[in-house]
């Protein structure tokens, strides 16, 4: 007689119950994470105001590695700090800090939802550099849709370039920049602590934007020579470090309870965010055309989204028929 004890599907004591809660769990953290996300910007943006640019990158990155040190140290990673990366990390300081950099240029002109509208043309660029870099097979589907995003990108910049000039072409750099980022993170991700990166990151960014700071001292450039910040500005920048801890908190959580081709398409939900906060805050609210580039934009990311997931899934049915 088999007593093996029969569970019942959706019962507490099922794997699979367990799994689908974790995946909802993720799916719950992430959407918090993309909408504290745009709150990142909307403090930048309010900063930009009095502050240069790469005030607030270093103020950023300053408070991000406050918070985030303490609880590096209650985890016990910090001593598993691996300097022999230190270089890539270097790099990887660098990197984000001139992204964020152009992004608050931007800000300062830009609407909030335009700016990050067009920032996500980021993971098309990942995509096309994954396959370069990375060897990733990218087929002809994928890369048609990089290039329809990026025609969406297109019918958002035109607008604001005819008015606003090079600063509407800020977005794509830093996109492309967070892109390349993302790249070594990958490389980085399975010998590091996702926790200690991330406090490497905002350290080495930190000094970065010190030392563009320092160069631009008494250079009467609006974006890098700072300014002494009055209690609001200090408010304001306190608030774009918190966000950007405690969105990056959330979606490493996420990232931990749900695979990565569930959770990303909900990134796109920041747009919606941003499109709210940046109509609630600062009265701004896209145009026609804007909208059209904005849903091509996610069209095209969800495709290649959905392809990826096609193509692993064929990938791992012919895998037990290679690898008998």
């Given at each position: ?16 119950a ?34 240069p ?117 800020l ?28 406090l ?37 920048c ?28 909900l ?27 904005i ?30």
């Amino acid at each position: 007689m088999d007593e093996t004890v029969k569970i019942k599907p959706g019962h507490p004591a099922d794997p699979t119950a367990t799994r689908e809660d974790n995946i909802r769990l993720g799916m719950i953290l992430m959407i918090i994470s993309v909408f504290v996300a745009p709150m990142i910007d909307v403090f930048s943006k309010l900063a930009a105001v009095t502050l240069p640019p790469a005030e607030i990158s270093a103020f950023r990155f300053l408070f991000q590695t406050v918070l985030m040190l303490p609880l590096v140290l209650w985890r016990g990673t910090f001593w598993q700090i691996s300097w022999r990366q230190t270089r890539l990390h270097v790099l990887r300081g660098v990197i984000l800090s001139v992204s964020m950099i152009c992004f608050v240029t931007a800000l300062r002109a830009m609407a909030l939802a335009d700016a990050i509208a067009i920032f996500f043309v980021e993971p098309i660029i990942l995509t096309v550099l994954g396959g370069l870099f990375l060897k990733e097979k990218i087929g002809w589907r994928r890369y048609a849709a990089c290039a329809v995003g990026f025609g969406g990108a297109l019918l958002i910049i035109r607008p604001s370039f005819d008015h606003l000039g090079w600063v509407a072409l800020l977005p794509v750099v830093c996109a492309f920049g967070i892109a390349v980022f993302a790249l070594m993170t990958r490389i980085l991700a399975h010998r590091e602590d996702p926790w200690t990166m991330q406090l490497q990151t905002a350290f080495w960014g930190g000094i970065c934007c010190l030392i563009i700071l320092l160069l631009g001292d008494g250079t009467g450039s609006a974006h890098f020579d700072p300014i002494w910040p009055d209690a609001a500005g200090l408010a304001k920048c306190l608030g774009v470090g918190m966000a950007a801890t405690i969105s990056g908190m959330f979606a490493v959580y996420a990232y931990r309870d749900a695979p990565a081709s569930t959770l990303a398409p909900l990134q796109y939900f920041e747009i919606v965010c941003a499109t709210f906060f940046g109509w609630s805050i600062f009265g701004d609210f896209p145009d026609a055309l804007t909208w059209l580039g904005i849903a091509i934009i996610i069209a095209s990311g969800l495709f290649i989204l959905w392809r990826e997931r096609q193509v692993a899934r064929r990938l791992a049915r012919e895998e037990p028929l290679v690898n008998p």
